[in-house]
C-alpha cells in the first residue's frame, strides 16, 4: 500500500475511528508534509484551549506489532522517569499503540504530544538571542545522556530489535548491487569490527538511532530540547547516538576553506557535546575511540537506507553526487565523513562524481 493510498483511506474510514479512538472530535487534523521515503503517514490535532497533539498512522508491513509496542514503551518510559521527550498520549482504551486492521491491511496509530518549541531550521539556524551556540551544543549532549542513562536502566516488557537483526550480511546483499563489490566488502568488514565490540551495559542499550536536528525542537526561551520520533530506535551502541551527533556537527562549518579551522572547530564542538553528555552519564575513553568507526557506521546506515527506498518505491538504482560521496568515504577507508580530506570541497559539500551502477 502506497503512501497516498493510506492518505485517501484516512480521509473515508481511518481518522473518523481514530477521532473516536483518541476522543479526538472537534479537532482539525491536518496533514504533515512527508519527507522522501517516510514510512508514516502523520496528521497534526488541534484544538482551541488545548495542546497540539501528532497523529502517526504506520502503514508499510516490515516490522511487527511488538516493534511498534517496544518504541512507544520506552518513549513512557523516558517521560515517566525525566527524559525531555514527546510522550505517547493513551486511547480511550488506555492502549498506547492501536491496531487497526481495514480491508486485509494492518495499520498500527500512535497519539503524541507535539515538543514545545521549534526545529533549528524553523528559526532559520539562529540559536537563542544573546546566548552563545555552545550552550546548544552543551543541551544536545545533555538531553542524548540522560536519554541514555534512563536506558542503561531499561528492562523492556516488549524488546525492540537489536542493530544486527537488520544490519548484517543477508541485508547488505539484498540492497547492495554486485556492480559494487568494494563497497560490499568494505561494510562487511565494517560489520565485523562492530561484532568485536563490547556491548555491556554501559555501552549498549536502546538509542534512538536518528538523532538530529530534525528529531527534537528547542524552546527559544529556556533552550530546551524535546527529542521525538524514536521510529528508529533499536538496541544499539550508545556511541552511534553520539556520532550522530558529531555529523550533525559539520553543518556549522561547512563552508569553511580550510581544513585545519574545520578540525579545529569540529574538535571544540564535539568536547561541548560530551560536556553536557558526561553531565548525565558516563561513557568509557575506550568506546569514544572508536568515534571514527562509528561514524563510518551512521554513514552505512545512510548508504542503506538510500539503496532501500530506490528498491521499495521501484526507482532505478543510481548513485547521485551525495550517495557517491558517501560510497567513496568508505571504499577508500576516508574517516570522519572526509571532512578534513582533499575529497571535500566547500563549494560542493559532500557530494563526489555522480556513478554508474
Not at 482551541?48 to 501528532?54: H, L, N, S
Not at 516493534?67 to 520506552?74: A, N, P, S
Not at 541514555?148 to 531499561?154: C, D, G, I, R, W
Not at 537483526?165 to 539484498?174: A, H, R, S, T
Request: glycine share 6%; proline share 2%; net charge negative.
Amino acid at each position: 500500500m502506497t503512501y497516498n493510498e493510506v492518505v485517501k483511506m484516512g480521509d473515508t474510514y481511518l481518522l473518523p475511528l481514530i477521532s473516536e479512538l483518541y476522543q479526538l472530535e472537534g479537532y482539525e487534523i491536518k496533514p504533515v508534509q512527508a519527507h522522501t521515503g517516510g514510512r508514516n503517514v502523520v496528521y497534526t490535532c488541534e484544538k482551541e484551549g488545548t495542546d497540539v497533539k501528532i497523529l502517526r498512522i504506520a502503514f508499510l508491513n516490515d516490522r511487527s506489532r511488538e516493534d511498534y509496542l517496544g518504541e512507544v514503551e520506552y518513549i513512557r518510559y523516558l517521560f515517566e522517569h525525566g527524559g525531555s521527550v514527546s510522550d505517547v498520549i493513551n486511547s480511550r482504551n488506555g492502549n498506547l499503540l492501536e491496531e487497526i486492521t481495514h480491508q486485509n491491511y494492518t495499520f498500527f496509530v500512535c497519539l503524541f504530544k507535539k515538543a514545545k518549541g521549534k526545529m533549528l531550521v524553523e528559526n532559520n539556524y539562529r540559536y537563542r538571542e544573546g546566548v552563545s551556540i555552545t550552550e546548544y551544543y552543551y543541551n544536545c549532549g545533555k538531553v542524548l545522556g540522560k536519554l541514555h542513562q534512563l536506558s542503561k536502566e531499561y528492562s523492556p516488557v516488549h524488546r525492540r530489535y537489536s542493530f544486527f537483526d537488520k544490519y548484517n550480511v543477508e541485508y547488505i546483499n539484498k540492497l547492495i548491487p554486485s556492480s559494487l563489490i568494494l563497497l560490499k566488502e568494505k561494510l562487511v568488514e565494517l560489520l565485523k569490527t562492530l561484532e568485536g565490540l563490547d556491548r555491556n551495559s554501559e555501552s549498549f542499550g536502546m538509542i534512538h538511532f536518528d538523532f538530529n536536528d530534525g528529531n527534537y525542537k528547542i524552546d527559544f526561551d529556556t533552550g530546551q530540547i524535546t527529542v521525538y520520533d524514536f521510529d528508529n530506535s533499536c538496541f544499539g551502541w550508545y556511541m552511534y547516538d553520539l556520532a550522530d551527533l558529531w555529523t550533525q556537527g559539520v553543518g556549522w562549518k561547512q563552508f569553511e576553506l580550510d581544513a585545519g579551522e574545520r578540525k579545529k572547530f569540529m574538535d571544540d564542538y564535539f568536547n561541548s557535546v560530551l560536556e553536557g553528555y558526561k553531565s548525565e552519564t558516563s561513557i568509557d575513553n575506550t568506546m569514544l575511540d572508536q568515534l571514527p568507526v562509528f561514524i563510518e557506521a551512521t554513514i552505512m546506515e545512510n548508504i542503506l537506507d538510500r539503496f532501500e527506498m530506490m528498491q521499495n518505491n521501484g526507482e532505478e538504482l543510481e548513485c547521485d553526487r551525495e550517495l557517491s560521496y558517501l560510497i567513496k568515504c568508505l571504499e577508500d577507508d576516508i574517516p570522519y565523513k572526509g571532512f578534513f580530506h582533499e575529497i571535500y570541497s566547500c563549494e560542493e559539500p559532500f557530494e563526489y562524481e555522480e556513478r554508474n551502477i
